[in-house]
């Protein structure tokens, strides 16, 4: 009869470590400092930088998942969620839902969404997450992690730990960053106050 309560119990913290697994990331860690990002992270895991002191976003362009050519230059003007990920990641794949929702939500008053996807060894992989996903919006295809290594300042991203989403500013300014899987909620925290600024 004690051992009813005990293995529920154990039950019970195993699927509580799995879930705060599955929302923190993959890889072999991440890696929040470095380089001279400004970030400021809050209680929240969310990460921002004061507009005075944002870093602009280099060159972040070539083909796409589904063989398009994409330039994150054409958003200018708007505030950017960028979304990295794997299809090999499974927070990558519980978040998919919520970047979805959110893109579709915030579109109308200027948001654009954009994916970059590394370490897929192939694109049938990349797309083939895209299409179970339903994703809306346009994915970088980066298998090496050229184009976010050289595209980012130094301490923004880690190819060790995924996903990352980031917030531009209107001028393409890193606004915000999180590590690990986001939800509708999160993702509102990151987006709504870059909107609100004139």
């Known amino acids: 009869m004690t051992l009813k309560p005990i293995a529920r119990a154990t039950a019970l913290t ?22 001279q990002t400004n970030f400021v992270t809050g209680a929240d895991g969310i990460a921002t930088v004061a507009a005075g002191e944002r870093k602009p976003v280099g060159s972040v362009r070539g083909e796409t998942v589904d063989g398009g050519h994409i330039d994150i230059a054409r958003f200018k003007g708007k ?23 959110v893109a579709k939500e915030t579109k109308s008053k200027g948001v654009e969404f954009f994916g970059i996807n590394t370490r897929d060894g192939e694109k049938i992989q990349a797309k083939a997450f ?69």
């Not at 195993?14 to 380089?35: D, E, Q, R």
């Not at 505030?79 to 929702?101: F, H, K, M």
């Not at 895209?130 to 809306?136: F, Q, R, V």
């Not at 690990?180 to 709504?192: N, P, S």
């Open 130 to 198: 895209e299409d179970e996903a339903k994703i809306s919006y346009p994915s970088l295809y980066d298998p090496s992690g050229k184009v976010l290594m050289s595209g980012f300042p130094k301490g923004t991203v880690s190819l060790q730990g995924l996903p990352v989403s980031i917030v531009l500013d209107r001028e393409g300014k890193i606004a915000a960053r999180v590590f690990g899987g986001v939800d509708t909620e999160k993702l509102h925290k990151m987006i709504d106050p870059v909107l609100k600024e004139s």
């Open 79 to 101: 505030v950017v969620v960028i979304n990295v990920w794997g299809s090999w990641c499974p927070p990558c794949r519980a978040e998919a839902p919520y970047l979805n929702q």
């Open 14 to 35: 195993t699927a509580v470590s799995l879930a705060a697994l599955s929302l923190s990331g993959c890889g072999l860690g991440t890696s929040k400092s470095g380089g």
